[in-house]
């Protein structure tokens, strides 16, 4: 099974997006080291604590500072985009660094309705058009004639992800014959029968033959479980303040913060925890063993929401470490 990264670019409280960036290209080499197999950043707009909001760019930041891992979107939201303007980023990335990018699509817009007007000068509610779109990405890519041309892109087959936390992507992903990553690091309610829905109603396409499956999985992982619990408060700061409309940089984490939430705030944390794993080496190898277990998926990534950089890389060690045990194990 492979192993890999999302990385969400976290500002930090008292830090800045330059430093942020730093830290992403640090971690894409420090996990590249690791042997881990993909690492993806995501497109967020107007979130004060992430710095991906230019994520091409992005990728070729890491994809510059690295040598071997494969780097993609996981996702761009392509409503936000003309088609043709991703099929030539992501084709002069493929051209750049060939054989190490991926394209993951969503089709959310990542912000608010207000941001998405900024950046569409529309609100198009079309149903149609998502799946028009990646149709149209995809034949950019191809080799097939047209008066309209991706250069570069054209026949550069830049393998193409459908992303999803919904049956939605399961079933556009399904009849398309796309791979399939369901973001169940934030939103797992719908993951088990997301799954279910692409395999059964998978279509062998020119560039996938059987269904290929990743499901994301937030992960907490410390040398101890007290501090592994306390670097996790960060995450449930981070969550509480966005569900109330209170978004801001990721905050340092405090101590006993459990004790201090309401029933309801208890209520809401507890709505991500089947797509979350948090403790020590023993713990983590049980949770991620349960997931896969569980899931059945060809491929695991991995996202840490951790304050402290030196934690978050850790934290990945000690993943890379329980991964490799249990490979000898089986």
């Known amino acids: 099974m492979r192993l890999s990264v999302l990385d969400l670019s976290p500002i930090v409280e008292g830090g800045s997006p330059g430093e942020s960036l730093h830290n992403t290209l640090d971690l894409a080499r420090h996990v590249e080291r690791l042997g881990f197999h993909r690492f993806w950043v995501a497109e967020h707009h107007?979130?004060?604590?992430?710095?991906?909001?230019?994520?091409?760019?992005?990728?070729?930041?890491?994809?510059?500072?690295?040598?071997?891992?494969?780097?993609?979107?996981?996702?761009?939201?392509l409503p936000n985009h003309a088609p043709l303007i991703i099929a030539e980023q992501f084709g002069t990335l493929d051209a750049l660094f060939p054989g190490r990018i991926d394209l993951g699509l969503g089709r959310a817009p990542g912000t608010d309705q207000m941001t998405a007007y900024a950046l569409r000068r529309n609100l198009d509610g079309d149903v149609n058009a998502f799946p028009r779109d990646v149709v149209e990405l995809r034949e950019y890519f191809?080799?097939?004639?047209?008066?309209?041309?991706?250069?570069?892109?054209?026949?550069?087959?830049?393998?193409?992800?459908?992303?999803?936390?919904?049956?939605?992507?399961?079933?556009?992903?399904?009849?398309?014959?796309?791979?399939?990553?369901?973001?169940?690091?934030?939103?797992?309610q719908a993951l088990d029968a997301a799954l279910a829905m692409y395999r059964d109603r998978f279509e062998p396409s020119a560039t996938l033959a059987e269904p290929y499956a990743m499901a994301g999985l937030s992960v907490v992982a410390a040398d101890t479980p007290d501090e592994a619990r306390f670097l996790r408060t960060s995450g449930q700061q981070s969550t509480l303040r966005l569900r109330t409309?209170?978004?801001?940089?990721?905050?340092?984490?405090v101590k006993d913060f459990?004790?201090?939430?309401?029933?309801?705030?208890?209520?809401?944390?507890?709505?991500?925890?089947?797509?979350?794993?948090?403790?020590?080496p023993d713990q983590v190898r049980e949770g991620i063993d349960r997931f896969l277990e569980r899931t059945g998926v060809d491929e695991l990534m991995v996202t840490t929401h951790v304050f402290d950089h030196a934690a978050r890389k850790r934290s990945f060690e000690i993943v890379a470490d329980v991964a490799m045990q249990t490979a000898l194990a089986s």
């Open 46 to 77: 107007n979130m004060q604590g992430i710095a991906s909001a230019a994520t091409s760019v992005v990728i070729g930041h890491v994809a510059q500072g690295t040598s071997t891992i494969r780097v993609g979107a996981g996702g761009i939201m």
């Open 142 to 188: 191809s080799d097939k004639e047209g008066r309209v041309q991706a250069v570069p892109g054209k026949g550069q087959g830049v393998p193409i992800w459908m992303l999803g936390s919904s049956l939605y992507g399961a079933q556009l992903a399904a009849l398309l014959g796309m791979p399939y990553a369901f973001a169940s690091h934030f939103a797992p």
């Open 245 to 253: 409309g209170q978004p801001g940089r990721l905050p340092p984490p």
């Open 258 to 280: 459990e004790t201090t939430l309401s029933p309801a705030e208890r209520a809401m944390l507890n709505e991500g925890s089947d797509g979350l794993v948090v403790g020590d």
